[in-house]
């Protein structure tokens, strides 16, 4: 696939992927009041999401891998477009639950496809700027699903805005029907084969410039070594996030006395410092050549982000805090994806995302259920300091990787 003549579109898909996803997350509790659900039953139905989240990755990865990321992305287009209607037209808990693991489902594999088709159509001189346009333009649809959602919720019925998303998806399934794919000229690489072959570098890989390879170095991880080393990283910084997503706006009702709307403000700030701030982190990110290194920065960001709330209720300061921590996140996540597709080899680099995007999941799970023993038996403080905790472990294990590969041989 031509990644520069279809970025816009992949750009496209993915903002109105996201917005759609995001519109829903205020309605939920306004829909599942309105048909006389329980506590209970929500909890299971957004909890469903999750599960579905975590089991998405790797059949997304072998559904890119079976039928090419253009039909790939219009299959996950098409069950999140059922998901929506079946959301506006439903009134059953039952049917409310199987959708809501379907929309989990579909999300992953979204994230799956087109981060492997960046990856496989990229190169190290683009695939953070990529991957940078990209988390951008989900940025986007994080900030404006909300806010286009609440306006509807006010002025019409409830399933309006759930027929809004499934038109989005629609015109999103439309808009990957336009994407132009080219003949596939890579390698590929047999099971026994693509064990052999446990990093690119620039001479395994002429796409990657000598630039961009570390210099001199032979240290080499295993594929084992790598799953496991990027399947940590990312568990620890998906923990790290749902904590926060999940406990900030307790934190600033109950610690600094905040408002509702100047919690949803700060959101804001994170959420248009990361649109903002993605494609220029995924442009730094091709020119250092030292991927990992500005994955470190920007969770170091990140904790910045933590330590100014948990030192001081000040607006102006937390919102400072906010914008660090949103360019702290696009960092991240433009390097991450971006050097796995340059040490991932070819022929296994979607199923290693599938799997990395799976476990990271689990950690969405685990974290806000640790936090929520903290804040039973600790404090809501305890329960940052467990996030500030998550987010050194990520940096450090990043440190040791990346210390393997720039290592010399003997």
């Given at each position: 696939m031509d990644i520069r003549r279809n970025l816009p579109l992949l750009m496209i898909i993915c903002f109105l992927s996201q917005m759609g996803g995001f519109m829903i997350l205020p309605l939920f509790p306004l829909f599942i009041e309105e048909f006389g659900l329980s506590g209970w039953m929500m909890g299971v139905i957004f909890a469903l999401f999750y599960v579905g989240k975590v089991i998405g990755g790797v059949p997304a990865a072998a559904l890119?891998?079976?039928l090419g990321?253009?039909?790939a992305l219009i299959v996950m287009l098409f069950i999140l477009a059922v998901c929506m209607g079946g959301f506006a037209v439903s009134s059953a808990a039952l049917l409310f639950g199987l959708l809501r693991l379907l929309q989990g489902l579909a999300s992953t594999g979204l994230t799956v496809?087109?981060?492997?088709?960046?990856g496989d159509g990229g190169n190290a001189d683009n695939r953070g700027l990529y991957n940078g346009y990209i988390s951008s333009s989900e940025g986007g649809g994080m900030v404006l699903g909300p806010v286009?959602?609440?306006?509807l919720a006010l002025h019409w019925p409830l399933s309006v805005p759930f027929l809004l998303v499934t038109l989005c998806c629609l015109?999103?399934?439309?808009?990957?029907?336009?994407i132009k794919s080219r003949p596939e000229s890579k390698q590929k690489f047999t099971a026994e084969e693509r064990e052999q072959l446990p990093n690119l570098d620039s001479e395994a890989n002429p796409d990657i410039p000598i630039k961009h390879a570390y210099a001199g170095s032979r240290a080499r991880l295993t594929p084992r070594q790598q799953l496991i080393g990027y399947g940590t990283v990312h568990f620890l910084e998906m923990s790290a996030y749902a904590v926060f997503l999940t406990y900030f706006a307790l934190y600033a009702a109950h610690m600094m006395h905040w408002d509702p709307f100047a919690t949803s403000l700060a959101f804001t700030?994170?959420?248009?410092?990361t649109l903002a701030a993605a494609p220029v982190a995924g442009y730094l990110s091709d020119r250092m050549g030292d991927r990992l290194l500005l994955c470190m920065l920007g969770m170091l960001m990140i904790g910045?982000?933590?330590?100014?709330?948990l030192s001081t209720s000040s607006y102006a300061w937390v919102y400072v805090g906010m914008l660090i921590g949103g360019v702290g996140g696009a960092c991240y996540m433009d390097s991450f994806f971006a050097h796995i597709g340059d040490h991932i080899p070819d022929a296994g680099r979607s199923e290693v995302i599938?799997?990395?995007v799976s476990a990271a999941e689990i950690g969405s799970i685990i974290s806000p259920l640790i936090a929520a023993l903290l804040v039973e038996y600790v404090s809501l403080y305890a329960v940052f300091v467990f996030n500030l905790v998550l987010i050194a472990a990520a940096i450090a294990v990043q440190a040791v990787m990346r210390s393997r590969y720039r290592a010399k041989q003997g």
């Open positions: 890119y891998r079976k990321g253009q039909r496809i087109v981060r492997s088709i960046i286009i959602s609440g306006w015109i999103a399934m439309g808009t990957a029907m336009g700030v994170a959420g248009i410092s910045i982000e933590v330590v100014v709330f599938g799997k990395i």
